[in-house]
């Protein structure tokens, strides 16, 4: 991790009015982008190969390590990250951009930074191009967060990126209270729960380093869930606690809108605690539906942009995503078109979109049945419906697997899928590497960083196998 962090100062996104190369010692590392990003990948191979050590000790011998050792763990691994630039995303700066855009009193759903505020505006300067003119994706909620995080800071861009960053680390914290609740709820041990959960590198790069909304979306929705089936444990309904529940549930869905598949567990639950039936789930499904729509209807109101955060839910698709299994299939057949000479990706990605949704929807209604028959858990399910929508979906990000994770780090699991599970972690936390301004684009210099980090990292597995490092279980 200090490897990591010492290397922002190059494969960062610096702000731009920045100057890391004054940084004494780490300064050193702007002028050669190359061993930067060497450094970074070293770093990430590094803890990517801990993590899974740790799977060796922890998925056998779950209680091999307490939770206390794991909270401490993560707190060691992601301190360095708490004073670095934003890495591996550059999304931070357009929440900034949105929040003043709605600062001065213009519709963030209706256009991007670049169409309402000045071109010479600090917190315009740092948007990635992709996104100048895009409107904000996020949710009412997070919209008042980023207006709220403007009119504290200013033009100041590094105090804009620290004041999101604590939000992104109160989300953290909010599921590092909700994973061991729900965790013991379903008879898991909690230093597993936390291990895949919230040690995962997709958490400390992607939220800690990346500073994305998803931490506080994920962190509404887990209290949330764990709030409502407290009520619903209770012997008497408790109802304060249910509607507070579905009431964080509803939160998050006005930061991101994911989060309404949460709304399935209290659904399921209330549905068997009222009996089940047709009768029981039409009622579960009003209760749960005025709830959350009451909260989102309030949040829309509170923004003052009413229900505009609807259509800006299509931005995230503007660019077409390489991870998406759907547009990977348009990819595919557009180069085959291609080999014809006939230009047909568009229209590929966009059929492709297409039967993604349909698949979702039949995949959605198929877990939904068997969670209502008991023969999935609630969590369980909302795994799965989380894991199709980003199998199926047309947008997908790799800090997106953290959706289906975070559930089923909660919940009994074969050791196979546990294996899985880590192996998809480690896999797309490494696979989106660092890229600052200055070695984007470089392809040599890239591939030379790969080169010396893979030689490094080879080096390091064959001397500790010779000194015969072994787990505490072994």
């Not at 409502?228 to 309904?237: I, K, N, S, W």
């Not at 199709?388 to 699991?413: M, N």
Request: hydrophobic share 60%.
């Amino acid at each position: 991790m200090l490897l990591l962090a010492a290397s922002s100062v190059s494969v960062g996104v610096v702000p731009v009015d920045a100057d890391p190369s004054a940084i004494p010692v780490l300064g050193g590392f702007t002028e050669l982008p190359v061993l930067g990003l060497a450094a970074a990948l070293i770093g990430m191979g590094l803890v990517a190969t801990a993590w899974l050590l740790l799977a060796t000790v922890l998925i056998p011998h779950p209680g091999a390590v307490s939770p206390r050792r794991i909270v401490a763990t993560l707190a060691l691994w992601a301190a360095p990250l708490l004073v670095v630039p934003p890495m591996f995303s550059d999304d931070v700066y357009s929440y900034l951009a949105q929040g003043a855009i709605a600062d001065h009193g213009f519709d963030p759903y209706a256009g991007g930074p670049a169409d309402f505020l000045d071109t010479d505006d600090p917190l315009v300067r740092n948007v990635s191009g992709y996104w100048e003119h895009s409107a904000a994706p996020y949710g009412p909620a997070f919209l008042l967060i980023a207006q709220f995080i403007v009119r504290v800071i200013g033009t100041d861009v590094l105090a804009g990126v620290a004041l999101h960053r604590v939000v992104s680390l109160a989300g953290l914290a909010m599921v590092l209270w909700a994973l061991p609740a729900l965790a013991r709820r379903a008879g898991v041990r909690v230093s597993r729960a936390l291990w895949l959960g919230v040690l995962n590198p997709l958490v400390l790069f992607h939220l800690v380093a990346g500073i994305h909304n998803d931490a506080l979306m994920l962190g509404l929705m887990l209290v949330g869930i764990e709030l409502a089936l407290r009520g619903l444990d209770r012997e008497r309904l408790g109802y304060l606690p249910l509607v507070v529940g579905v009431g964080l549930i509803g939160t998050a869905a006005a930061v991101k809108l994911p989060a309404a598949a949460a709304l399935a567990v209290v659904l399921v639950a209330l549905t068997h605690r009222w009996g089940g039936g047709p009768i029981p789930f039409g009622q579960s499904v009003t209760v749960t539906i005025v709830l959350f729509g009451a909260v989102l209807g309030a949040f829309s109101l509170a923004s003052g942009f009413g229900l505009g955060w609807v259509a800006g839910l299509s931005t995230p698709g503007e660019v077409n995503s390489w991870l998406a299994p759907t547009n990977q299939a348009g990819f595919l057949a557009g180069g085959i078109g291609m080999l014809f000479g006939v230009p047909i990706t568009e229209i590929a990605i966009d059929v492709g979109k297409v039967v993604g949704v349909l698949v979702a929807a039949v995949l959605g209604v198929v877990v939904l049945r068997r969670m209502l028959a008991g023969s999935v858990e609630p969590v369980t399910g909302l795994g799965m419906l989380f894991a199709v929508a980003i199998v199926c979906g047309p947008v997908v990000q790799p800090w997106y697997l953290l959706w289906c994770v975070l559930p089923l780090s909660a919940v009994v699991l074969r050791t196979r899928w546990l294996w899985v599970l880590s192996w998809l972690s480690v896999v797309l936390a490494v696979i989106v590497p660092p890229l600052g301004s200055g070695i984007h684009g470089d392809v040599v210099g890239i591939a030379l960083a790969y080169a010396i980090a893979f030689a490094v990292l080879g080096a390091v597995i064959v001397v500790a196998r010779s000194l015969r490092i072994a787990s505490p279980a072994v």
